[in-house]
């Protein structure tokens, strides 16, 4: 059984901090593939930042620059840096991962694995 746990949502002024955590359960985390999508009110899914199972890495062009994915595989842990962060990253940021990378990084449709989110508030 796969959960997903992320944490580290908060808010926080325009400009600021934080970091979100995604902790793995029953995932391979070191083989699999694991991405950071975030959601807004009344706005589709999008895709932030990916990374592979070589520790590549992908972001929107959104946040590129500013934040930064990776990964613990000791730690079956996900992160999620995000600096300078600016109103319009204010999300839910969903953990989402699947077994084996392919297709497009930042289609959802292409994770089996979610977790429930954690609330990202910038003003």
């Known amino acids: 059984h796969v959960q997903l746990v992320e944490s580290g949502g908060g808010s926080v002024q325009a400009g600021g901090s934080l970091r979100l955590t995604c902790t793995a359960s029953g995932f391979a985390v070191s083989s699999g593939c694991m991405v950071w999508f975030r959601q807004a009110p009344g706005k589709e899914r999008e895709g932030v930042a990916h990374?592979?199972?070589?520790?590549?890495?992908r972001y929107a062009e959104s946040v590129k620059g500013r934040f930064t994915i990776s990964k613990d595989n000791a730690k079956k842990t996900l992160y999620l840096q995000m600096d300078s962060l600016r109103p319009e990253d204010t999300s839910m940021y969903y953990c989402a991962a699947e077994d084996y990378c392919g297709g497009s990084w930042n289609l959802e449709q292409n994770y089996l694995y979610w977790g429930q989110g954690t609330q990202v508030t910038v003003s």
């Open positions: 990374i592979d199972t070589d520790d590549s890495t």
